[in-house]
């Protein structure tokens, strides 16, 4: 195997985009990305049984666009990698078997790559070597972290992460009790911006005394977060002014549930970098391309001295060239495949960057 | 003719057919929910042993169904995605066909006309399909469907989701544990293949629509 300058072919299929990335060591190739969103807007939120039967569709022919695209064929490729978790467990089967398949038939290599890891990894595609004393603050549909990244091939460790919605579901959530629409970040985010931030205060989750404790002696949430109770008071707000017969002010419940969302997050980031060492902050995730998150982020970095890195937002959301960038960050450091008998682990924990 | 068959309705389960419908060699898995794990090392298994490689196989054929979704989707997501990589034509059998041509055999030898092929769908309901056994061959009838062993008809009934019910349906006792199995899939496709029949598409015969329902109006918070 060409361990200096691997070709390596990714793909992911944790959530609602199928994705197929390849890459040559950091440089990428194509980015090939089929989402079935459009198939859960009626529902308001991603329902897994049809992201599952969208990546089976999906898979050959993205498969194929993305070999095109890169103009290289399955037997230059020098391995193999698939999300193997975290991530909805129909939805992770179809892409491990797809790969497992692809590596009995070509008879490469096969990594078992973690997708939260691998939303870090994709930084080095974008800006090169990935800096030291680096955290990574993830933000999307399906999750809400803070990881500390000292090695991003053996020794990534969860800081905190939410304990019941991702952010992006909280705007999912919020943005259908607003009568919003799906997906609802995008959503919120416009809207907010006619809207007054401090209309309304709503709750910051998980930020009482008891479960933040001091830097000490930290408490049982000290870096993590809730956005459920956060959802039910924007539901109490709009029926008040349901209730007392006025027009619900959307756009200052949708600025000010946005700031209550920010606010936490990356008040909390902060807190998790200044306390941990950290000096460089990558920010990844869908919800990345929140244009609130992305100032206060910007803002609050700045004000403690800690650099930011903002992958553009292709690289952001879910997509195979981000699980193509890790492993090929893991076979350049000699990592060994993870063969083709492992199972996908819906909650793969940080610490296993690969099987 | 080389012919490399996939089944993942039920159990997990692979073989390798010649062109008279001979097994060069099988692999099947008796549990139904760890597909994804054994499915591919299965695959790899019985090429090594036979001495086969990609290149030298004429066609694949996978199962699609009806089953359980995540498995049923593991077998079609391997096969498609091996006949892409080894650029081979790929094949859709519907899977109680494969408990059919045996099932077929066995009803003409008990002069049984028409019978029931039946799987266990979960949820308390069965796959089934009713089929005509023409001097010891299958033809489908009618089906599949996915319902309440209750509502099958009353006939003699061939497979595991028979088994499971022996109050409602008329099990057949050899057969009350029989699964689909890749092995007979492959026999069924054979046939087809080598008179240059069609086949099906590897769409899969998912029955059931998704889960999902669309939210209703806002629920009061206060
Ligand atoms: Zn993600």
């Not at chain 1, 290289?72 to 992770?92: F, I, M, N, Q, R």
């Not at chain 1, 991702?166 to 919020?174: H, I, S």
């Not at chain 2, 001979?22 to 299965?42: K, S, W, Y």
């Not at chain 2, 009838?141 to 497979?159: K, N, Q, R, T």
């Amino acid at each position: 195997m060409n361990r200096s300058e691997p070709l390596v072919l990714g793909i992911e299929s944790s959530c609602d985009e199928t994705g197929v990335g390849i890459v040559r060591g950091d440089t990428l190739l194509t980015n090939t990305v089929s989402s079935s969103m459009e198939e859960h807007v009626r529902f308001g939120g991603v329902i897994p049984e049809i992201a599952s039967r969208a990546h089976l569709d999906a898979f050959v022919p993205t498969l194929q666009q993305a070999l095109d695209q890169a103009g290289v064929t399955l037997d230059e490729v020098d391995a193999l990698a698939v999300t193997s978790g975290p991530g909805l467990a129909g939805a992770l089967m179809v892409g491990v078997c797809a790969a497992k398949a692809l590596a009995v038939a070509t008879g490469k290599p096969l990594y078992a790559i973690n997708h939260l890891v691998a939303h870090v990894g994709v930084g080095l595609l974008d800006g090169g070597a990935l800096p030291e004393n680096l955290g990574a603050l993830l933000v999307s549909g399906g999750h809400t972290e803070i990881l500390r990244v000292k090695s991003i091939t053996d020794d990534v460790e969860l800081l905190g992460s939410t304990i019941d919605d991702a952010a992006g579901e909280a705007y999912d959530k919020v943005a259908r009790i607003l009568g919003l629409g799906y997906p609802g970040g995008p959503a919120i985010d416009k809207l907010a911006r006619e809207g007054n931030p401090k209309a309304i205060r709503f709750p910051r989750g998980l930020s009482q005394p008891k479960y933040m404790g001091t830097a000490e002696a930290p408490g049982p949430h000290r870096y993590d977060w809730s956005f459920s109770g956060l959802k039910t008071a924007v539901a109490r707000a709009v029926e008040q002014f349901e209730a007392a017969g006025q027009d619900v002010p959307v756009a200052d419940i949708a600025a000010s549930f946005q700031e209550a969302v920010v606010d936490v997050i990356t008040a909390k980031a902060m807190l998790a970098c200044t306390e941990n060492g950290i000096t460089n902050l990558l920010l990844g995730g869908g919800v990345a391309a929140n244009s609130r998150l992305r100032a206060l982020t910007e803002e609050r970095c700045a004000a403690h001295g800690i650099s930011l890195r903002v992958p553009p937002i292709s690289l952001c959301t879910d997509n195979g060239a981000m699980v193509a960038a890790l492993a090929s960050q893991i076979v350049m450091a000699g990592g060994e495949p993870s063969g083709i008998g492992f199972a996908p682990d819906s909650s793969m924990p940080v610490t296993s960057i690969h099987l | 003719m080389l012919i490399l068959s996939i089944d993942t309705s039920a159990i997990a389960s692979a073989a390798l057919l010649t062109g008279e419908g001979e097994t060069l060699q099988a692999f099947a898995t008796e549990d139904t929910r760890t597909h994804a794990e054994v499915l591919a090392p299965g695959i790899h298994g019985l090429l090594c042993a036979a001495g086969v490689s990609g290149a030298e196989l004429d066609a694949l054929v996978v199962g699609v169904g009806p089953g359980p979704f995540t498995g049923l989707r593991s077998g079609i997501a391997t096969a498609r995605a091996l006949a892409f990589a080894w650029n081979k034509p790929l094949h859709g059998v519907m899977s109680l066909d494969a408990i059919a041509v045996d099932a077929a055999l066995d009803a003409w030898r008990l002069g049984i006309d028409e019978f029931i092929v039946a799987t266990d769908a979960r949820r308390k309901e069965v796959y089934w399909a009713r089929y005509y056994s023409t001097g010891g061959t299958h033809q489908l009838i009618d089906g599949p469907h996915v319902s309440a062993p209750a509502d099958v008809p009353e006939l003699p009934a061939y497979g595991r989701g028979a088994g499971l019910y022996p109050e409602q349906l008329k099990a057949v006792p050899d057969f009350s544990g029989t699964q689909p199995t890749a092995e007979a899939l492959g026999r069924t496709a054979v046939v087809s293949l080598v008179r240059g029949l069609p086949l099906l598409e590897t769409t899969p015969l998912y029955l059931r629509e998704s889960d999902a329902k669309v939210p209703g109006p806002r629920k009061r918070a206060l």
